[in-house]
């Protein structure tokens, strides 16, 4: 029972009660501190998807999902996304301001030094077969990095924090176009340290040896905005693993590497790929209807892939940012109209007309328009999720970051809810028949 004129809310169990303080953020709902529930009344409280559980406390991004609100560090994403660069992004999101331009020269400068790989990590791609997954190869050489980077790794110490955030930002941009190469079977491109974050990672996608690759500046902003909106999302459920991972102590290529492999599944960032791998097989508009029968259809499994958030309930404002990004990148680069798009937006108004999904409160989000983008810009199927997980190892490092820094942090261990066999008597195997 939530007294609205106090600042506690009172429960009751087993003829016991206790006060439970209300924390107030600075946006956002209250917050019941449930921490004495056990203590006092005995009981745990459930929430399986932590639906409505704030695991931390966090200066970094707000979201109201009724309003489709979403800030960085207080700066709305719509003004970021026309704004700011990727990089600039990332200062904000790890230090709390938006850099000066010497503060942004200097860590720009610092960051691309820190791009290149130790030279045995190519070893490690050889031992992947050449169709092994992208993020198969991400998630496992990521995690591998402790091995090459034995400093930076006393994260009780501020200056080993963020030297491994800015190797891990700067790093894994390489890991991934190496994966790609690998899975093309072109030689490595190494990293630039003169072009910026975008130029450098669509370089060394697309450069060969002996061909002047000539970035193309639409492709690069682009690249630039896509990563900017993927770069973090409060606690989402690959932040929250690393968070978790994190509050072990566990070195920081450990962490990151888990939250690749959260971010990997189709209900999160591996939704991008599978929500065009949906276009592609409803194939024509003819197709809308049949296919959105069987997402209906409780019996089958089928998802509106794209479709749906956990937080958001009206619209995600960063789908509304990277539909109108399509049709510039579409149209700039001079491509007919890309039928898949005209599919999407049709699949869209069909969608968002039609009661099943507006009762369910199912909008596009950020998954359903990023990679019509990314195959605009080149970018093969197998690599979307892997593009995601480059723009949200930010959001990562600067959650971690601040849950290492955290002074009431400890490691992170949930209850449960048993339901299993009571107590019995151990039986041996001559008499169980
Ligand atoms: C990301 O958390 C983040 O912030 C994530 C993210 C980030 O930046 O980190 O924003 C990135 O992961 C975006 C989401 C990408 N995933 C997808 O597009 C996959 C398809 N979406 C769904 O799997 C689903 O919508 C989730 C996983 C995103 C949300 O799952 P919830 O919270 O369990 O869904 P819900 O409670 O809102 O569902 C309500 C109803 C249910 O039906 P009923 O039981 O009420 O009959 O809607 C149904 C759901 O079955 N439903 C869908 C659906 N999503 C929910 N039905 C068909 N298609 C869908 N996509």
Redesign the pocket.
Known sequence: MHDPKSETATLHAGGASMQAPLLKGTMGPDVADLRGIQQNLGIFSFDP?LTGTATCTSKITFIDGDAGTLLHRGYPIEDLALNASFTETAYLLLYGELPTTPQYQAFQADMNTHRLLNEQIRNFFNGFRRDAHPMAILCGTVGALSAFYHDGLDISQAEDRDLSARRLIAKVPTIAAWAYKYSIGEPFIYPDEEMSFSENFLHMLFARPGNHYRVNPVLARAMDRILLL?AD??Q???TTTVRLVGSTGANPYACISAGIAALWG????G?NE??LNMLQSIGTREGIPSFLEQ?KDKNSSV?????????YKNF?PRAKILQATCHEVISELGLERDPLLDLAKELERVATEDDYFVS???YP???FYSGLILKALGIPTSMFTVLFAVARTVGWVSQWKEMIEDPAGRITRPRQLYVGETKREFVSMSDRG
Do not use: I, T
């Open positions: 998807g993927h999302h409060e989402n459920a690959s189709p209900a999160h960032g939704a599978a929500a997402v998802r509106l892939m794209g479709f749906g958030h956990r937080v995600d369910r409160k199912l989000n950020v998954d």
